[in-house]
């Protein structure tokens, strides 16, 4: 009896034992896909490449004139300098020559990029979203099939912005002229260097972009839906900024195939890489394959922070509009 009654007082509320605080750690759950159909990855991606690129347009016309000197008017590879060449040679609207390109380029292209990067994603991840690798693989997929929209149109966004209203009165000007006089080859002239330069840059963006944004949603995830947007554009630059940085020469490359012949440029014999490095470092040393990599850094940083806070906010949107689809069905 005596033992009945103990069991019953301790089992009294008055008697429990004071609980020890929790050693919590909330569980950051990562959906291994968005749930949202191929045609919404497509307007989220064209609705962030234009903003992206629209936005930082200016920067990248600096970029785009301190990699393509030969004979160029703009000698110096300081931004500074060649911000006010531009300036002084064209005034304002200079920095947004070939913006109209850039337009018709990047929609179609990001609506591309994105799509392929989700649906590659999903398929080489599974069900874990933690996979590193296969982010890298779906940006390399992903870069090679925009990369054939983007090309053409970034062709002749470089050459307008290289060149003076005499030698392209526009888009379509540039592309009949190029066409007559080079033939539709010269379009894809930089191909092969852009996607060996989008490809490691991709690997390393969308890689870097997805630890990051796990990271910075672990550290704080009771925030996370408050702080979305800081979360996905601190990513997005810190991605940026680093794959920028290591493709630069590349980059190089690329500007002086597209722009070769423009504006007293080098004209080179054939697309060849090692061909197009040999005469870089023939005439302004290893110096010249990094040209322009502070304006190029200063681009990717910011453009990316905006194209992925744009494009997880295009995600969301859609995201809502299925739900409440779904939960009226």
Same mark, same amino acid.
């Given at each position: 009896?005596?033992?009945e009654?103990?069991?019953?007082?301790?089992? +009294?509320?008055?008697?429990?034992?004071?609980?020890? $605080? $929790?050693?919590?750690?909330?569980?950051?759950?990562?959906?291994?896909?968005?749930?949202?159909?191929f045609?919404?990855?497509?307007?989220?991606?064209?609705?962030?490449?234009?903003?992206?690129?629209?936005?930082?347009?200016?920067?990248?016309?600096?970029?785009?004139?301190?990699?393509?000197?030969?004979?160029?008017?703009?000698?110096?590879?300081g931004v500074?300098?060649?911000?006010?060449?531009?300036?002084?040679s064209?005034?304002?609207?200079?920095?947004?020559?070939g913006?109209?390109?850039?337009g018709?380029?990047?929609?179609?292209?990001?609506?591309?990029?994105?799509?392929?990067?989700?649906?590659?994603?999903?398929?080489?991840?599974?069900?874990?979203?933690?996979?590193?690798?296969?982010?890298?693989?779906?940006?390399?997929?992903?870069t090679?099939?925009?990369?054939?929209?983007?090309?053409?149109?970034?062709?002749?966004?470089?050459?307008?912005?290289?060149?003076?209203?005499?030698?392209?009165?526009?888009?379509?000007?540039?592309?009949?002229?190029?066409?007559?006089?080079?033939?539709?080859?010269?379009f894809?002239a930089s191909?092969r260097?852009?996607?060996?330069?989008?490809?490691?840059?991709?690997?390393?963006?969308?890689t870097?972009?997805?630890?990051l944004?796990?990271?910075?949603?672990?550290?704080? $995830?009771?925030?996370?839906?408050?702080?979305r947007?800081?979360?996905?554009?601190?990513?997005?630059a810190?991605?940026?900024?680093?794959?920028?940085?290591?493709t630069?020469?590349?980059d190089?490359?690329?500007?002086?195939?597209?722009?070769?012949?423009?504006?007293g440029?080098d004209?080179?014999?054939?697309s060849?890489i090692?061909d197009?490095?040999?005469?870089?470092?023939?005439?302004?040393?290893?110096?010249?394959?990094?040209?322009?990599?502070? $304006?190029?850094?200063?681009?990717h940083?910011?453009?990316?922070?905006?194209?992925?806070s744009?494009y997880?906010?295009?995600?969301?949107?859609?995201?809502?509009? +299925?739900?409440?689809s779904?939960s009226?069905?």
């Open positions: 009896m005596a033992t009654a103990t069991t019953t007082n301790f089992q +009294n509320s008055d008697f429990r034992p004071v609980p020890q $605080p $929790p050693d919590f750690h909330p569980e950051v759950i990562v959906s291994p896909h968005d749930g949202l159909h045609w919404q990855f497509m307007i989220a991606g064209s609705v962030a490449g234009c903003v992206e690129h629209m936005a930082m347009f200016p920067v990248d016309t600096v970029k785009t004139h301190m990699q393509a000197l030969g004979s160029c008017p703009i000698k110096s590879v500074r300098h060649a911000l006010r060449s531009i300036l002084k064209e005034g304002l609207p200079g920095l947004y020559r913006i109209g390109a850039m018709l380029g990047a929609g179609p292209a990001h609506a591309v990029y994105f799509s392929i990067y989700e649906v590659c994603k999903k398929y080489f991840s599974g069900e874990n979203p933690n996979n590193s690798a296969a982010h890298a693989v779906s940006g390399v997929c992903a090679v099939a925009s990369d054939a929209v983007f090309t053409p149109m970034d062709t002749v966004k470089q050459r307008l912005q290289l060149g003076n209203s005499a030698a392209y009165r526009g888009v379509f000007d540039c592309v009949k002229k190029v066409l007559k006089e080079e033939g539709f080859g010269a894809y191909y260097t852009t996607v060996l330069m989008n490809a490691p840059y991709t690997a390393v963006h969308f870097t972009y997805e630890a944004k796990r990271g910075l949603i672990e550290i704080s $995830p009771e925030s996370v839906s408050d702080e947007v800081i979360v996905h554009a601190t990513a997005g810190l991605a940026g900024a680093s794959a920028a940085v290591i630069t020469p590349l190089v490359v690329k500007t002086q195939l597209q722009c070769q012949g423009v504006c440029c004209r080179f014999k054939s060849s090692g197009v490095v040999k005469t870089i470092v023939r005439k302004d040393g290893y110096k010249g394959l990094v040209r322009g990599w502070i $304006p190029r850094m200063l681009f940083a910011p453009a990316a922070a905006i194209c992925w744009t997880e906010a295009a995600k969301a949107f859609f995201q809502e509009i +299925n739900a409440s779904e009226g069905t």
